[in-house]
């Protein structure tokens, strides 16, 4: 069964700790992306990897960071640099078929407290 | 900059249909996209439609792309309740990033 993990699905975290997402996908697919929604806005971007050992940075990197060691993942570290962390993550991958549709996982719910 | 707009928010009645608009500044997409968030999840992809494309429809989806306007609309006949959500026009870019609309929230009356 193949598609993209996120996990956990609540993430709760006292201010000034660091904390790592976890995205997994068994999609074979090479480019991969972190997203911040908040509520009634938008998708922004934070990070992408259109390659193993390659990231760049989104609109909104500052305070988080990312690796790209293997394929199949791509974890995302909210650091206590982020002011304002309380936010829906949701992790994708690009498909394969040529048109850049972009496939998403169920998102991690992160809370500051 | 790609800018795409769409309005925030949409009501209908059970059984009307519900068209929901997305206006963009760029023509260079090659494709176009149309997803779906139920609350508290991920999105999901319910069509797309390429660039020299006037129209698509599938099923209960018609998708109208007048890229004179650079206008992209997404009609769902017979709404039901499951289908209220909030629903995102998106735009592929030359980098392979998709440029999303911030998002129009369908709200299904009974």
Redesign the interface.
């Known amino acids: 069964d193949g598609g ?1 993990t ?1 996990s956990p699905k609540y993430l709760f975290r006292k201010e000034g700790q660091n904390v790592t997402l976890s995205c997994e996908q068994n999609l074979n697919h090479d ?1 991969m ?1 972190w997203y911040r929604q908040d509520p ?4 922004r ?1 934070i990070y ?1 990897s ?1 390659i193993v050992n390659d990231f760049q940075k ?1 609109d909104i990197a500052e305070g988080y960071s990312v690796s790209r060691e293997k394929k199949e993942s791509f974890p995302l570290t909210v650091t206590s640099a982020q002011k304002n962390p309380t936010a829906f993550y ?1 992790c ?1 991958s ?1 498909g394969t078929s040529g ?9 991690t ?1 992160l809370t500051v407290l | 900059g790609e800018d795409v707009e769409q309005s925030l928010f949409l009501s209908v009645r059970e059984g009307d249909s519900s068209v929901i608009n997305c206006t963009y500044t760029d023509s260079s997409s090659t494709y176009l996209y149309w997803y779906k968030q139920e609350p508290g999840a991920g999105l999901q992809l319910l069509t797309y439609i390429f660039s020299n494309m006037d129209m698509k429809q599938d099923q209960r989806l018609t998708v109208l792309l007048n890229k004179k306007d650079k206008h992209l609309s997404l009609r769902i006949a017979d709404t039901q309740t499951g289908d209220s959500a909030i629903y995102f026009c998106a735009l592929s870019s030359n980098t392979g990033k998709l440029i999303f609309g911030q998002g129009t929230t369908l709200q299904v009356k009974p």
């Open positions: 993209i996120q480019a992306y009634g806005q938008g998708l971007l992408y259109q989104g949701l994708a690009t048109r850049g549709e972009q496939f998403f996982g169920p998102g719910r």
